[in-house]
């Protein structure tokens, strides 16, 4: 049994102890204060006279010192150090003007050694590491930030676009004008000359694009994207994609209207996007050869396509009766190259809905319970056998069917139902409910959106321009994971690309699609297919982590310069000692760049970098190549 304490010997009254004990305390705490004035006022204390006389280098506190306590905290994210001076990389000078438009992996010169056969020659084909240039892409003199959506829509500046050859080449199709310091664009198009809005008004009678069951949308040889920048303003995202041609410029004109755009082509391989990721595909007289190859390219169009997606066709063949004089072929070539069309679809189970005047309209089935019955009667294309219809990177076409997931009856939509836009961007994605995206599950990804809410949301209190309207149009985020950044910023007026690196150990893409948002694959050790300055604001969360020991972190930095505008701003989201290193590389390159703490305060390892690109651009043709022009 436990001793009694001392107090407990105490008989007294309550009354009365309570008396005692106070009177104790107060002796006490009054003896303590005495004997420390005592202290202070004859020296140190024996302790600490014992301290002093031993080995110690910590000099005696001298008499009648008043010592400040410091509370303030010492170890915050901006005043880490440096890395030692030898690990620091040398000053990275601006390429030569002439780069000011170069796509490593489309370049033109490269691309002549490639074969020409189906046009091969105008895919990827990127250098090899001792080609990678080592300077910084300039802006070409004059350059301009972009308008404002929706301006940017209708007007881009011409100094930052400097090629007139398609208000030449297309001026009879309304494409674009020039108008003094700018292009306008008038919302022409080949085949429709009154106007994207009016064309988008005569698909909208065929099929219904107002009730959101219609969100995610491709369009194939996009020319300067028209088509898609008028989708946009119907709540419906498209993806264009055309390829570094003849018509100089396309891809880049759209991107600078503030409109989604990557370079691309219908040619050997795969495009980098999952199967079943797009509501509608479109295609205006875009020159693809749909019928050729036993119909390869509506192979691949059918791929991409959702269960019950649409694919909608004008220019030719569609309505050659009336055009074919005006397209200078002959009536029969039309006739059976329509042919061709119609029976490569028949094969693919697509249902021809409608042909009305110039256009056409097919729908690809919701599941395949019929296809696989008439495999009987169409031989070609039969079902692809062990195929991950999900890869996409570097991956060749195939004269095969992509097979749907499994139903239960005929009226089940494969892979699951989608949710109409607007509930499509927060309602669990079937692939996650199905248990198909192996270890997330729909807790995970209700975590992970409500994440990004909050993470957005702090970013905005850093960087004032992503908390502006308007400021930013094109955002990029390098590692999407599940799309959670860019669904946080779905009521801003921009657009996210999102990107699921190939190295990354479980396959989003198809998820990203399925929430109503846009992204392609990427491999970070090489060039992203878009050009110089595509990018207002880039987010890159754990990637140099993801590409520690693949490549140089040098190299994909400049590839991010390349691709980010003249006062764009990055966030980089990291393990600290991963920021150190890449803080001292954006000094280097000439960024304003500082490293904060975490949302969740300075004890978390991961930290946040923030770096704006500096205004520069190359000399005026007058001033010498080695020279730069920057804001003072």
Not at 368 to 389: E, G, I, L, T
């Amino acid at each position: 049994m436990a001793s009694p304490s001392p107090l407990q010997h105490f008989s007294l009254k309550p009354k009365r102890a309570n008396l005692y004990y106070m009177t104790l305390v107060a002796v006490l705490c009054t003896l303590c204060y005495l004997v420390g004035i005592w202290q202070h006022s004859t020296g140190t204390t024996a302790i600490t006279a014992s301290i002093s006389t031993s080995d110690s280098s910590c000099p005696p506190i001298p008499r009648n010192t008043t010592i400040h306590l410091d509370f303030e905290a010492h170890h915050r994210a901006e005043d880490l150090p440096l890395p030692p001076a030898a690990a620091r990389v040398a000053h990275l000078p601006p390429c030569d003007a002439k780069l000011s438009e170069y796509t490593p992996c489309q370049d033109v010169t490269r691309s002549l050694k490639f074969d020409r056969e189906r046009l091969v020659y105008r895919e990827r084909h990127c250098p090899e590491k001792e080609e990678l240039l080592k300077c910084r892409i300039p802006a070409p003199h004059g350059y301009t930030v972009p308008f404002r959506w929706p301006e940017s829509r209708d007007s881009v500046w011409y100094a930052n676009v400097p090629h007139k050859e398609l208000t030449v080449e297309k001026k009879k199709q309304n494409w674009v004008h020039y108008e003094g310091d700018r292009f306008r664009f008038p919302g022409g198009g080949t085949m429709f000359p009154r106007g994207a809005d009016a064309y988008i008004d005569e698909i909208g009678k065929l099929i219904n694009l107002r009730d959101g069951s219609v969100r995610t949308a491709i369009d194939t040889g996009c020319g300067v994207a028209s088509w898609g920048a008028y989708l946009l303003s119907r709540d419906i995202l498209p993806m264009s994609f055309a390829p570094r041609d003849t018509h100089e410029g396309q891809v880049q004109f759209a991107l600078e209207r503030g409109v989604p755009a990557l370079i691309g082509i219908l040619a050997s391989q795969r495009l980098p996007y999952p199967s079943r990721a797009f509501d509608m595909a479109h295609c205006s007289r875009c020159l693809i050869p749909w019928g050729q190859y036993d119909g390869l390219y509506l192979i691949e169009v059918d791929r991409v396509l959702r269960p019950g997606g649409y694919w909608i066709l004008s220019g030719p063949p569609i309505n050659w009766e009336k055009h074919w004089k005006g397209w200078d072929r002959t009536a029969e070539d039309l006739k059976a190259e329509q042919t061709m069309i119609e029976n490569v679809a028949k094969s693919l189970c697509w249902k021809k809905l409608k042909q009305k005047d110039d256009l056409a309209v097919w729908q690809k089935p919701t599941n395949h319970v019929h296809c696989k019955v008439n495999r009987k009667v169409f031989k070609k294309p039969s079902f692809c056998q062990a195929q991950d219809p999900d890869k996409a990177w570097y991956t060749t076409m195939e004269d095969c069917l992509t097979p749907l997931p499994g139903v239960n009856n005929i009226k089940e939509i494969a892979g699951g139902e989608l949710a109409k836009w607007p509930e499509r961007l927060t309602s669990v994605p079937p692939r996650i409910s199905s248990g198909s995206v192996t270890g997330i599950t729909a807790e995970m990804f209700r975590d992970n959106t409500e994440l990004w809410k909050k993470r957005v949301a702090y970013y905005k209190t850093l960087d004032y321009q992503l908390a502006e309207p308007g400021r930013y149009r094109n955002l990029l985020d390098m590692n999407a994971y599940l799309g959670g950044f860019a669904a946080a910023l779905v009521q801003d007026p921009v657009w996210v690309m999102n990107i699921v690196p190939v190295e990354a150990e479980v396959n989003t893409l198809g998820v990203i699609y399925e929430r109503g948002l846009i992204g392609t694959y990427q491999n970070w050790c090489e060039a992203m297919s878009t050009y110089p300055r595509t990018y207002d604001f880039i987010h890159s969360d754990s990637v140099f982590s993801l590409y520690k020991d693949r490549c140089e972190v040098e190299d994909i930095l400049l590839e991010m310069d390349r691709i980010l505008r003249p006062e764009g701003s990055i966030i980089f989201r990291d393990d600290v000692d991963v920021l150190v290193k890449v803080k001292s590389i954006m000094d280097a390159m000439q960024y304003d760049a500082r490293i904060v703490d975490h949302e969740n305060g300075p004890r978390q390892r991961e930290k946040i970098l923030l770096a704006a690109k500096q205004y520069w651009t190359a000399p005026a043709p007058s001033q010498g190549q080695g020279e730069s022009q920057t804001d003072s």
